[in-house]
């Protein structure tokens, strides 16, 4: 898509609505407070943006706290042009649909291989290592200004979804990527401390629980953990409670798939699988859902018992 496109369409708006996936994460929540810094900074310009929830860990990311939230936006609102960051799939948005199908203008801004190009005008770049590249990339082609703010917030979206840069989808650019980041000031120590070495304790303890009671079968090539909502309402432990949980089974030298089956509600279950090799993305788009070939999701509506059967039929049909 052309700089004169994307620059005709976001001087043409009036009123912007940017769009996170459901459960946010890292990526996602940077990507979208990067882009409301840029569009503020280029164009003059604000912008909604809205999240089903914030994640604690992720509160120091620059304008995001002014976000609107689902339980309580006015659902009424017609924007001109919604933009989505980081959502694969058109059901990853949730409630926040409504807003994106009474949209003039839609835009739709991913790094998922799985994504349909779902909007009227898709940016979609599966070599990348995430959304957050994805933008830092554009701003940089296209000559817009960066500015510490949207750096720091596309700079975490790169962190957290390389896993810290050693998930198999960093490259050589993403390392580029994040370098010329940090030119606007970005401390890594700072974000890195900001991501992962400011949990509460009872996220710990959770994690504890729910790793000491992972089922490993086929030889200990498919390890996984069941949570429900009594534990997470247990250990009184936010949205974030299973960030890095299925990594932790994959680190074991014997896994080769790990997932988590999560209640998020009675009779529905979502799935969180990462491997070492397996391509998982076509399990979960056998449930609806999609993601990279190391690392996807689903929700199976089901109940957590079931579900995991269901899921394990799948995986028992690969060569592992």
């Known amino acids: 898509m052309s700089f004169d496109n994307i620059d005709y369409i976001i001087k043409s708006?009036?009123?912007?609505?940017?769009?996170s996936h459901i459960n946010p994460?890292?990526?996602?929540?940077?990507?979208?407070?990067?882009?409301?810094?840029?569009?503020?900074?280029?164009?003059?310009?604000?912008?909604?943006?809205?999240?089903?929830?914030?994640?604690?860990?992720?509160?120091f990311l620059p304008a995001i706290k002014c976000a609107k939230f689902y339980n309580s936006i006015d659902k009424s609102l017609v924007y001109d042009l919604v933009i989505t960051v980081d959502v694969a799939a058109i059901d990853r948005?949730?409630?926040?649909?409504?807003?994106?199908?009474?949209?003039?203008?839609?835009?739709?801004?991913?790094?998922h291989a799985t994504n349909n190009s779902y909007a009227q005008n898709n940016i979609i770049v599966p070599d990348a290592s995430s959304t957050g590249e994805v933008l830092a990339s554009l701003a940089q082609d296209w000559g817009w200004k960066m500015n510490y703010d949207a750096a720091l917030a596309l700079y975490t979206a790169i962190l957290t979804d390389t896993?810290?840069?050693?998930?198999?989808?960093?490259?050589?650019?993403?390392?580029?990527?994040?370098?010329?980041?940090?030119?606007?000031?970005?401390?890594?120590?700072?974000v890195y401390k900001q991501c992962y070495?400011?949990?509460?304790?009872?996220?710990?303890?959770?994690?504890?629980?729910?790793l000491n009671k992972a089922v490993?079968?086929?030889?200990?090539?498919?390890?996984?953990?069941?949570?429900?909502?009594?534990?997470?309402?247990?250990?009184?432990?936010?949205?974030?409670?299973?960030?890095?949980?299925?990594?932790?089974?994959?680190?074991?030298?014997?896994?080769?798939?790990?997932?988590?089956?999560?209640?998020?509600?009675p009779g529905v279950t979502k799935f969180s699988m990462r491997s070492k090799n397996a391509d998982v993305?076509?399990?979960?788009?056998?449930?609806?859902?999609?993601?990279?070939?190391?690392?996807?999701?689903?929700?199976?509506?089901?109940?957590?018992?079931?579900?995991?059967e269901k899921v394990l039929s799948k995986i028992e049909k690969l060569e592992l």
């Open 25 to 59: 994460d890292g990526d996602t929540l940077g990507s979208m407070s990067g882009l409301y810094s840029l569009i503020k900074e280029n164009f003059k310009k604000e912008c909604d943006m809205l999240l089903d929830n914030l994640p604690a860990t992720y509160e």
């Open 281 to 308: 993305s076509a399990i979960c788009a056998e449930f609806g859902g999609g993601g990279h070939k190391l690392a996807a999701g689903c929700v199976v509506k089901s109940s957590v018992k079931a579900a995991v």
């Open 13 to 19: 708006a009036k009123k912007i609505l940017i769009i």
């Open 163 to 190: 896993g810290s840069f050693k998930f198999s989808n960093t490259s050589p650019k993403t390392f580029e990527t994040a370098a010329k980041l940090l030119e606007y000031g970005v401390k890594p120590h700072d």
């Open 93 to 111: 948005m949730n409630e926040a649909k409504i807003f994106f199908d009474k949209a003039a203008v839609t835009l739709n801004i991913d790094h």
């Open 197 to 210: 070495e400011s949990y509460p304790k009872n996220f710990f303890l959770f994690q504890n629980y729910c």
């Open 216 to 265: 490993f079968l086929h030889n200990d090539k498919v390890a996984y953990t069941e949570i429900y909502k009594k534990d997470v309402e247990k250990f009184a432990v936010g949205p974030d409670c299973t960030e890095g949980l299925t990594e932790k089974l994959r680190a074991i030298s014997s896994t080769e798939i790990a997932f988590i089956a999560k209640e998020i509600a």
